[in-house]
């Protein structure tokens, strides 16, 4: 059985992600280029920016304007998070379906963007690591810190990412509180004689964020107690890694009508 094609806008084209992302839909068959929204270039082509695909398909640097006039399924934002904000509820409003891997939004944002979703009917999904192996990483750490409360979160990425701690430190952090009782850890009197010294403070527990040359996205979640530690662990070594996880992400938003936060959400 032939699939149905599916359209997608893809927004940070020239991206690290986002060029990766044309690669996927190039290969894809039941996927086809709609659009791109980009910073610079207006009017032109992709096929017409070095290093991006062969797609005929324009480019619009007035995301509004893209939305009233291409006629696609879905959006795939890779940019920053405002923008990516703003992409998310534009498309939302035109009734195209967002896959946003754009890290960095407000716990109000997300509130807003679902109730948005719910509101109109349609299905979106906020992932903040599109890797499976993110994603089981995140639920061993939820099921671990069942039996280990003290947890200290280490997330590694490479010096040009723009937010701190990462999304997927952040949604670990969240998956965690669900099951654990807030507890500040450490000496009770324990001051930093260096400011951050300690990390981030999340209900408690510790994210400590690494920033350097040569890394791309990796995650060390670390429990200790009494003369054990556990550590889940997690490392994309290049962009291709989350790739699976957007084109599951494409194909099953299609069915949805309300906003999912989380890849976990989505798998069987
Ligand atoms: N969910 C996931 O699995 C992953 C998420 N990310 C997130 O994806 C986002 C992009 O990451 P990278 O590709 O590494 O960054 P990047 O810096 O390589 O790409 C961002 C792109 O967004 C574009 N952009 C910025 N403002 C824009 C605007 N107003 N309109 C259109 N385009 C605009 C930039 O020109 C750039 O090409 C980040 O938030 C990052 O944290 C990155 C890797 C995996
Ligand atoms: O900026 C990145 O590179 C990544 N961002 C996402 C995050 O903030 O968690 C996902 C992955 O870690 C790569």
């Keep these: 059985m032939t699939q149905d094609t599916i359209k997608v806008i893809v927004a940070g084209p020239r991206g690290r992600m986002g060029s990766e992302a044309l690669q996927l839909i190039e290969r894809t068959d039941h996927f086809e280029l709609a659009a791109a929204i980009d910073r610079k270039h207006d009017g032109e082509r992709i096929k017409?920016?070095?290093?991006l695909t062969a797609s005929d398909a324009v480019i619009y640097t007035d995301a509004a304007r893209c939305f009233a006039e291409v006629q696609a399924d879905v959006l795939i934002d890779l940019t920053v998070p405002e923008t990516g904000y703003t992409h998310t509820k534009l498309a939302i409003e035109h009734a195209v379906r967002?896959?946003?891997?754009?890290?960095?939004f407000t716990d109000e944002q997300l509130e807003e963007l679902h109730a948005l979703s719910e509101e109109k009917g349609i299905g979106a999904i906020i992932a903040p690591n599109f890797a499976i192996g993110a994603?089981?990483?995140?639920?061993?750490?939820?099921?671990?810190?069942?039996?280990?409360p003290t947890v200290e979160i280490i997330e590694k990425h490479h010096d040009q990412k723009l937010d701190a701690p990462s999304g997927t430190a952040v949604k670990t952090a969240q998956l965690i509180q669900?099951?654990?009782?807030?507890a500040k850890q450490g000496h009770p009197e324990e001051k930093e004689t260096h400011a951050g010294a300690r990390g981030a403070d999340f209900d408690g527990m510790r994210i400590h964020s690494v920033r350097l040359p040569g890394l791309v996205a990796h995650q060390e979640v670390l429990f200790g107690a009494?003369?054990?530690q556990f550590t889940v662990k997690h490392d994309s070594?290049?962009?291709?890694?989350?790739?699976?996880?957007?084109?599951?992400?494409?194909e099953r938003v299609m069915k949805m009508n309300v906003l999912a936060y989380g890849l976990e959400n989505i798998l069987d």
């Excluded at 017409?48 to 290093?51: A, K, L, T, Y």
């Excluded at 967002?98 to 960095?104: A, E, I, K």
């Excluded at 994603?135 to 750490?141: D, G, P, S, Y």
Aim: aromatic share 10%; hydrophobic share 45%; charged share 20%.
């Design 178 to 182: 669900e099951v654990r009782e807030p």
């Design 98 to 104: 967002p896959v946003v891997g754009t890290s960095g």
């Design 226 to 228: 009494p003369g054990e």
């Design 48 to 51: 017409d920016i070095e290093g």
């Design 237 to 250: 070594f290049n962009r291709a890694s989350f790739m699976s996880g957007v084109q599951l992400a494409v």
């Design 135 to 148: 994603v089981l990483m995140m639920q061993f750490a939820k099921q671990a810190a069942k039996y280990f």
